[in-house]
């Protein structure tokens, strides 16, 4: 197995950024496609146990109706998506839509223990998930994701300010 290690280590895939280069891109493209869906009736219907069951976000259709709410989603994933694409070339701009994506994920991540029917009885309940709930525990990763992305954007930031200075 060491020897393995010292193989892949010396390899450039393992050397300088690719991973933050590919969770970056890779959040790219997931807020694209889950910000283009949102438009969509389907998704619009799909959205309703989220709405009604989520602490954070209960609120929405009595303020927005389930069109407007659904279409400030997809506005707000395109916008984090495009603001952690510029963080190609902007770590400030990276950093600010890696912040909202924390906080989007915070977000539906409060909706997990509220969800009904979201553990099998089948199976015992928890922690045999099922449907919404099974669907939101990707984004407890997400939220990992996002959390990476502005701290590495943050760095990185302050360290071209401290060397322009």
Same mark, same amino acid.
Request: proline fraction near 4%; hydrophobic fraction near 55%.
């Given at each position: /197995? ?24 890779? /959040? ?20 309703v146990p989220f709405f009604t069951h989520g602490p954070l976000i209960f609120w929405m259709y009595s303020v ?26 902007n770590k400030k701009l990276g950093a600010l839509g890696a912040l909202g994506s924390v906080l989007t994920f ?30 939101? /525990? ?28």
């Open positions: /197995m060491n020897k393995l290690i010292e193989f892949l280590s010396k390899k450039a895939p393992f050397q300088g950024d690719l991973d933050y280069r590919l969770i970056r891109v890779s /959040m790219v493209i997931i807020y694209f496609f889950f910000g283009y869906q949102k438009w969509f009736e389907y998704e619009m219907q799909g959205l927005f109706g389930m069109k407007g709410s659904t279409y400030l989603l997809g506005v707000s994933e395109w916008l984090f998506g495009a603001l952690i694409l510029a963080g190609f070339w915070i977000t539906t991540i409060t909706i997990i223990p509220f969800m009904p029917d979201g553990w099998a009885p089948s199976a015992g309940g928890f922690p045999a998930m099922v449907g919404n709930v099974a669907f939101l /525990m990707k984004d407890v990763v997400l939220l990992a994701v996002s959390f990476y992305l502005l701290r590495e954007d943050i760095v990185r930031a302050s360290v071209a300010t401290d060397t322009a200075q």
